[in-house]
T-cell receptor, first 108, second 118 residues
Framework: GQSLEQPSEVTAVEGAIVQINCTYQTSGFYGLSWYQQHDGGAPTFLSYNALDGLEETGRFSSFLSRSDSYGYLLLQELQMKDSASYFCAVYNFNKFYFGSGTKLNVKP | GAVVSQHPSWVICKSGTSVKIECRSLDFQATTMFWYRQFPKQSLMLMATSNEGSKATYEQGVEKDKFLINHASLTLSTLTVTSAHPEDSSFYIC??????????????FGPGTRLTVL
């Protein structure tokens, strides 16, 4: 089976940096994706890691350690519009399995 | 990015009726589409993988006779919730996955359909 764990909620102030962790246990693994979802909306793709290391896309970066079955999403220069839920997802056998999600609250 | 549409965006129906939800990839051909279900403040749960020209593959615990999936063309997949009951009320989201020659490709999500069964 697949198991992905994330913190349920994180709060940070505008302009700060926040890290959202994801640990996974899966029967197979090709890579780890990150998605953002605002209330009532559909998920949007943020980042994907297939290999160990850091991937940077603007204010967002994602890290993967396959040996530790661990990854994180780093959000820099937080803005109010970053308040949303963030999901990690394992890509495995041409399917995606989502983590429990982390609600990020950005305060002024 | 690619565009995926979903129709309807919301639907209210009476218990016992069937509801059909359409998922279309508008500017690319999708040999594979996924159907997810999401309860409030919870994660996306993969229900099934829809493959064009073949039967859908359902995840464990998902009733294939209740959630009928048809992938009639490379741009259209439908999910029919048969004999809907209040516990089927949820947010249903599809995604389309373009064909790739090995490796990973991004999945593109539709806007979702909110189903309320009275």
């Amino acid at each position: 089976g697949q198991s992905l764990e994330q913190p349920s909620e994180v709060t940070a102030v505008e302009g700060a940096i926040v890290q959202i962790n994801c640990t996974y246990q899966t029967s197979g693994f090709y890579g780890l994706s990150w998605y953002q979802q605002h209330d009532g909306g559909a998920p949007t793709f943020l980042s994907y890691n297939a290999l160990d290391g850091l991937e940077e896309t603007g204010r967002f970066s994602s890290f993967l350690s396959r040996s530790d079955s661990y990854g994180y999403l780093l959000l820099q220069e937080l803005q109010m519009k970053d308040s949303a839920s963030y999901f990690c997802a394992v890509y495995n056998f041409n399917k995606f399995y989502f983590g429990s999600g982390t609600k990020l609250n950005v305060k002024p | 990015g690619a565009v995926v549409s979903q129709h309807p965006s919301w639907v209210i129906c009476k218990s016992g009726t069937s509801v059909k939800i359409e998922c279309r990839s508008l500017d690319f051909q999708a040999t594979t589409m996924f159907w997810y279900r999401q309860f409030p403040k919870q994660s996306l749960m993969l229900m099934a993988t829809s493959n064009e020209g073949s039967k859908a593959t359902y995840e464990q615990g998902v009733e294939k006779d209740k959630f009928l999936i048809n992938h009639a063309s490379l741009t259209l997949s439908t999910l029919t919730v048969t004999s809907a009951h209040p516990e089927d009320s949820s947010f249903y989201i599809c995604s389309a996955y373009p064909p790739v020659s090995g490796g990973y490709n991004e999945q593109f999500f539709g806007p979702g359909t909110r189903l309320t069964v009275l």
